[in-house]
């Protein structure tokens, strides 16, 4: 079973940039979708990126699109974000997620992965 462990969050001014990183243990995610979430205090989780295992295709919110990517080392076993032009909006924790087999489209749903890692809290000042 993987195991998922994000760092790489913390406090920023707006205008600032961070990239979080999610490291994958356990087993190689070589074959795994991968994605980021999000959760603001008192709102649902939401979609902010993924990628599919070949790394061939990705997709990003439109409320992150022109600001962040994700991208896939494999060789790593770990999943990036890269934030810049952060938002107080984008203040949330960002959780990174993983599912198991071949996808032709990036999967958006939280429905969609069944391993979350733990999370990282991202405060964008203003």
């Known amino acids: 079973q993987v195991q998922l462990v994000e760092s790489g969050g913390g406090l920023v001014q707006a205008g600032g940039s961070l990239r979080l990183s999610c490291a994958a243990s356990?087993?190689?995610?070589?074959?795994?979708?991968m994605g980021w979430f999000r959760q603001a205090p008192g709102k649902g989780r939401e979609f902010v990126a993924g990628?599919?295992?070949?790394?061939?295709?990705?997709r990003l919110a439109d409320s992150v699109k022109g600001r962040f990517a994700i991208s896939r080392d494999n060789a790593k076993n770990t999943v990036y974000l890269q934030m810049n032009s952060l938002k107080p909006e984008d203040t949330a924790d960002y959780y990174c997620a993983a599912r198991d087999g071949v996808s032709p489209v990036v999967l958006t749903s939280t429905r969609s992965y069944d391993i979350w890692g733990q999370g990282t809290q991202v405060t964008v000042s203003s």
């Open positions: 990628v599919t295992q070949s790394a061939g295709t990705t």
């Open positions: 356990g087993r190689t995610i070589t074959n795994y979708a």
